[in-house]
């Protein structure tokens, strides 16, 4: 059975960084693409981040574009979103995702992915 759980949430103020992880279990992660969503009190969820098996093609949204970094270590069976200048509207439930193949046409659709943790909180102060 897969699992994955996140980790690394937590309350920082505006500007402030978080390092989240995302790990599984019962599958190796590396063959996978994998992604990163958030949702916020009364929002959808929305696509923030995705990364190929390799880790060698990254995608992100526009609202998080050269503050957030995605990677992944497949040694550790492990996948990050370093956040960088966070802002109150960062505030949200991040999940992490794993698709079932290696690379995905639409990476910032939640069709696309097979497997999700149970998110992680996330809560910027200004």
């Known amino acids: 059975q897969v699992q994955l759980v996140e980790s690394g949430g937590g309350l920082v103020q505006a500007g402030g960084s978080l390092r989240l992880s995302c790990a599984a279990s019962?599958?190796?992660?590396?063959?996978?693409?994998t992604g990163w969503f958030r949702q916020a009190p009364g929002k959808e969820r929305e696509f923030v981040a995705a990364?190929?098996?390799?880790?060698?093609?990254?995608y992100y949204a526009d609202n998080v574009k050269g503050r957030f970094t995605i990677s992944r270590d497949n040694a550790k069976n492990a996948v990050y979103l370093q956040m960088d200048s966070l802002k109150p509207e960062d505030t949200a439930v991040y999940y992490c995702?794993?698709?079932?193949?290696?690379?995905?046409?639409?990476?910032?659709?939640?069709?696309?992915?097979?497997?999700w943790g149970q998110g992680t909180q996330v809560t910027v102060s200004s």
């Open positions: 995702a794993s698709a079932e193949t290696q690379a995905v046409t639409n990476p910032a659709e939640e069709y696309e992915y097979d497997y």
């Open positions: 990364v190929s098996w390799s880790g060698i093609s990254t």
């Open positions: 019962g599958r190796t992660f590396s063959r996978y693409a």
